[in-house]
């Protein structure tokens, strides 16, 4: 769904992008490298929780990292987006409402987002 979206809204991308090294060690790999047609580059993560599990737990340290890459891009990177899908998040109105804001510094530079709102920007080639 979120490859044909992007296409949609006019962006080129790529898939299990290398970005650079993340925090802790190890390849930073990103789901989707997007890129509009000015040139702007937006990093997307894509967690799917079916269930309730671990992916939720997941999401501070991504939104961490991705803020990292960000800041230590050099203005590499317009902006990055977790996306959220699945019907077995627990703290998905939390984490879209912008909860984490209070309690990472950078966390404002990464928008946490549904599936359907992400769709719905990618389509308009609005990210």
């Known amino acids: 769904m979120v490859l044909p979206a992007l296409e949609q809204g006019q962006y080129s991308y790529k898939t299990q992008a290398h970005i650079g090294v993340r925090l802790g060690g190890g390849r930073h790999l990103v789901d989707v490298l997007a890129t509009d047609a000015s040139g702007r580059n937006y ?22 990292c991705l803020a990292e890459a960000i800041s230590s891009g050099e203005g590499q990177y317009s902006a990055a987006y977790v ?45």
Do not use: M
Request: hydrophobic share 40%.
């Open 43 to 64: 990093l997307i993560s894509l967690k799917w929780q079916q269930t309730s599990g671990t992916a939720e737990q997941k999401v501070p340290f991504e939104v961490i």
């Open 83 to 127: 996306v959220l899908g699945g019907g077995g998040w627990k703290l998905r109105d939390f984490y879209v409402g912008g909860g984490l804001d209070k309690h990472l510094t950078s966390a404002n530079r990464v928008r946490v987002i549904t599936l359907e709102d992400f769709i719905g920007r990618a389509n308009k080639g609005q990210l």
